[in-house]
């Protein structure tokens, strides 16, 4: 079975506060994905990457950087953390190619910035 | 972008009845998948289904890729059925590379009372 883990479930921050999320995977997936859960806007995405040290933009990346300096581990770095930045984070990976490219999910991470 | 809408936002059932949820996206697709998301957060794979019919026990999922629809048939719900279901889209990014970019529904919260 494919395994994807979060570093922490539960994660309490400070504003201004450096914070990282750390994702691993164990089936030498390519691609690899982090999305943020808020109510009433679904899933977003954040970053992704389709290879080691190779980052790409989602639609919300303002605010965060990522690392990936390995091919199983995805970081999300929050710079400065901000209250609005409170949220569910989700980390995926999947294969790349058209044929199969099943994204599967880690357990998340609740991230509250007070 | 592509757009994906999921329909009814809200489903309310008694044990052991049928239902069915509708997904319909906006423009072509690499793939589709249906998750069930548990009480903690963590997203759950259902279906990875980019065309045809395909059943796992009580549940069971369609895909009309040319008509731009899914479908996903629960029978005989139980409470355990209870949570948010999402499905989502695998769209090219630009370029015409394929890495996987779901674009996720709103969701449809189901409820089931015993």
């Known amino acids: 079975d494919v395994k994807v883990t979060q570093s922490s479930r539960y994660l309490v921050k400070r504003t201004g506060e450096k914070v990282f999320l750390e994702c691993v995977q164990d089936m030498d997936h390519e691609n690899m994905f982090w999305y943020r859960q808020d109510p009433g806007l679904g899933l977003r995405l954040i970053y992704f990457s389709y290879d080691v040290k190779m980052k790409e933009k989602g639609d919300i990346p303002e605010g965060y950087s990522v690392s990936r300096e390995k091919k199983e581990r995805f970081s999300l770095i929050l710079e400065s953390a901000s209250t609005n930045q409170t949220s569910m984070y989700l980390c995926?990976?999947?294969?790349?190619?058209?044929?199969?490219?099943?994204?599967?999910f880690g357990p998340g991470t609740r991230l509250t910035v007070l | 972008g592509i757009q994906v809408e999921q329909s009814p936002p809200d489903l309310i059932l008694q044990e052991g009845a049928n239902s069915t949820l509708r997904c319909n996206f906006s423009?072509?697709?690499?793939?589709l998948q249906w998750f069930h998301q548990n009480p903690w957060g963590q997203l759950i794979n259902l279906f990875y289904?980019?065309?045809g019919t395909k059943q796992n026990g009580r549940l069971s999922a369609t895909t009309v890729a040319t008509e731009r629809y899914s479908l996903l048939y629960i029978s005989s719900s139980q409470t355990t059925d209870s949570g948010v279901y999402f499905c989502a889209a695998l769209t090219s990014s630009a370029g015409g590379t394929s890495y996987g970019k779901l674009t996720f529904g709103q969701g449809t919260i189901l409820t089931v009372h015993p």
């Open positions: 289904i980019p065309s």
């Open positions: 423009d072509s697709v690499n793939n």
């Open positions: 995926a990976s999947s294969l790349v190619g058209i044929s199969y490219n099943e994204q599967f």
